[in-house]
């Protein structure tokens, strides 16, 4: 406790420079802690989202249906929103008729980067804060023990004889910057690497989806789409796209 008591103390009697640097990187650790639980939430749910999806996607189901019940649950997103995406495009390019097959693959293609770079923008959204915060935050808090070590060092300019006890306080202020800066930085830097990484894990399994979809709208791009009328709709154009699916 009275550990606690000095370091405020401390912070108090610092110099205005000190004083703002030590709130500044305060402010930036409440940020980067906002953020650390807030995408552990983010990229927590798109990771059970992508596993519940996949073991659906994969049981053997109509994918029809499955593009249906989707469509109207809404606001989809992760392997949901790339699934959804692919599967409109391509029964809605279907349902036209006249179409190439690779021209169906490529409108999904398309349509499933769409909805990849959307679902991944969403999933690094501030990101690029916390690897800020994690490589400013030393910096600025050496920059406060700088300022303050020489505040301390400029306050003896008229002292006749200077002594240890007299510019340790000073010095031991103008730490507590650095021991700020630390404190913010850490966490950020750890955070970052992390959820980097679980983001980049996620894209691996985006893209690899995408292929495994691709390949199975493949078989179904030369069979005879539905009649226009029955095409007014994504949902009705999905009918005539594929059934049932699994893995080989």
């Known amino acids: 406790m009275g550990g606690e008591l000095s370091i405020v103390r401390m912070v108090v009697q610092a110099s205005l420079v000190v004083q703002i640097v030590i709130g500044l990187l305060l402010a930036a650790s409440l940020t980067s802690w906002a953020i650390i639980f807030r995408k552990r939430l983010v990229v927590g749910r798109a990771q059970r989202d992508a596993d519940r999806f996949e073991t659906s996607f994969w049981s053997g189901?109509?994918?029809?249906?499955?593009?249906?019940?989707?469509?109207?649950?809404?606001?989809?997103?992760?392997?949901?929103?790339?699934?959804?995406?692919?599967?409109?495009?391509?029964?809605?390019?279907?349902?036209?008729?006249?179409?190439?097959?690779?021209?169906?693959?490529?409108?999904?293609?398309?349509?499933?980067?769409?909805?990849?770079?959307?679902?991944?923008?969403r999933l690094e959204q501030s990101l690029a804060t916390l690897a800020t915060v994690g490589s400013t935050s030393p910096y600025v808090g050496l920059f406060g023990t700088v300022w303050g070590i020489?505040?301390?060092?400029?306050?003896?300019?008229?002292?006749?004889?200077?002594?240890?006890?007299?510019?340790?306080?000073?010095?031991?202020?103008?730490?507590?910057?650095?021991?700020?800066?630390?404190?913010?930085?850490?966490?950020?830097?750890?955070?970052?690497?992390?959820?980097?990484?679980?983001?980049?894990?996620?894209?691996?399994?985006?893209?690899?989806f995408m292929e495994e979809l691709s390949t199975i709208l493949q078989r179904y791009a030369g069979r005879t789409p539905a009649p226009a009328g029955s095409a007014a709709t994504p949902a009705a154009a999905a009918a005539a796209a594929p059934g049932a699916t699994g893995r080989s």
């Not at 800066?181 to 985006?206: H, K």
């Open 61 to 121: 189901g109509d994918l029809s249906s499955l593009y249906r019940t989707i469509e109207s649950r809404g606001n989809a997103t992760g392997m949901e929103s790339i699934f959804e995406f692919g599967f409109r495009e391509f029964a809605r390019l279907r349902a036209q008729g006249g179409i190439a097959g690779e021209m169906l693959l490529e409108g999904s293609r398309r349509a499933m980067r769409v909805a990849q770079l959307k679902e991944t923008e």
């Open 150 to 208: 020489m505040s301390a060092f400029s306050s003896l300019g008229n002292v006749q004889q200077a002594t240890l006890a007299m510019v340790a306080p000073g010095i031991a202020e103008a730490l507590v910057a650095t021991a700020v800066g630390l404190f913010a930085a850490i966490p950020a830097v750890i955070a970052y690497n992390r959820y980097a990484d679980q983001v980049s894990r996620l894209e691996l399994r985006y893209d690899g």
